[in-house]
T-cell receptor, first 113, second 109 residues
């Protein structure tokens, strides 16, 4: 069964540094998403991406965050200047259409020191 | 505010029991709903979609009540492997998926 893959599985970064989280969505999916889950808290929507542009973003997704689809397969989340509170599990997801269920990658654990 | 509310539990039930979770949503414009399951420190995995007509998948039954703005999940004949956190999800604006905080279920022998 095709799956969403994320790398790295764990990223440790110093506060203030930039970090890029990578995702390869399922190949025939058109919508891509990033979520985060702080330990012990709920899954929070960050951003959705369709047709090479952001289609929705939450209040969490501020100017520190950006997303990109640099080629036909990768979908990246960049955090420009990381803060301690950015420590969380980041999930990438994709779906064939917007209202269809999303398939999640197994996440990148981001630890900010 | 687009919110999905769930009873966090925990629900502790014996094997073989029937257990039901409810979830309420505040935005009537929500277009579709799903139940996801999340094991500890793992990604959410789709359990089933939720339709107004109700849908069943083996031991699992999901129901949507638009008039009262709630979604339910019924698990019959609980197995140990059903132990997980169950996430209620509503979709807004075509692709803004909002998760509830999850209901934790532990099935005991």
């Amino acid at each position: 069964e095709p799956e969403v893959t994320q790398t790295p599985s764990h990223q440790v970064t110093q506060m203030g540094q930039e970090v890029i989280l990578r995702c390869v969505p399922i190949s025939n999916h058109l919508y891509f998403y990033w979520y985060r889950q702080i330990l012990g808290q709920k899954v929070e929507f960050l951003v959705s991406f369709y047709n090479n542009e952001i289609s929705e973003k939450s209040e969490i997704f501020d100017d520190q965050f950006s997303v990109e689809r640099p080629d036909g397969s990768n979908f990246t989340l960049k955090i420009r200047s990381t803060k301690l509170e950015d420590s969380a599990m980041y999930f990438c997801a994709s779906s064939p259409q917007g209202v269809q269920p999303q398939h999640f990658g197994d996440g990148t654990r981001l630890s900010i020191l | 505010r687009k919110e999905v509310e769930q009873d966090p539990g925990p629900f502790n039930v014996p094997e073989g029991a029937t257990v039901a979770f409810n979830c309420t949503y505040s935005n009537s414009a929500s277009q579709s709903f799903f139940w996801y399951r999340q094991d500890c420190r793992k990604e959410p995995k789709l359990l089933m979609s939720v339709y107004s007509s109700g849908n069943e998948d083996g031991r699992f039954t999901a129901q949507l009540n638009r008039a009262s703005q709630y979604i339910s999940l019924l698990i019959r004949d609980s197995k140990l492997s059903d132990s997980a956190t169950y996430l209620c999800v509503g979709v807004y604006n075509n692709n803004d998926m909002r998760f509830g905080a999850g209901t934790r279920l532990t099935v005991k022998p």
